[in-house]
């Protein structure tokens, strides 16, 4: 019987996949996360990504509540979103696109211009 000494190299032992649809949902989950507060009637974020080698490209699509401050909280999805991807699936995120489907008035709100 002979003994094995060499040791395979971790790269070298195999790889580890991690598919397209989970990183989607990650990307969801930390886009429902970091928007402010969600439209009571609103759908859930939606991600697509497109993932090559350690790289994901992300799409983003939600709606969000009117009156609100779009820009930061694109800007906060954005950044959710790519640390989440990064830290959960161990990817790099050079580019998350986000795109406002439908504004949600609040209860109550009206449209600027109207009287009442």
């Known amino acids: 019987m002979t003994a094995v000494t060499d040791q395979v190299a971790a790269a070298g ?5 991690i598919a397209d649809r989970v990183v989607a949902k990650i990307a969801a989950q930390a886009a429902k996360e970091a928007v402010d507060e969600p439209p009571k009637d609103g759908a859930p974020p939606r991600a697509t990504v497109n993932v090559h080698r350690d790289t994901a490209r992300v799409r983003v699509s939600l709606e969000l509540g009117y009156p609100s401050d779009i820009g930061r909280q694109c800007g906060a999805v954005r950044r ?23 504004l ?13």
């Not at 949600?104 to 009442?116: D, K, Q, S």
């Open 104 to 116: 949600h008035p609040a209860a109550g709100a009206m449209p600027e211009g109207r009287i009442r």
């Open 13 to 17: 032992r195999g790889e580890t996949r």
């Open 80 to 102: 959710r979103v790519a640390e989440r991807v990064e830290a959960l699936a161990g990817m790099e995120v050079p580019e998350v696109a986000v795109q406002v489907e439908r």
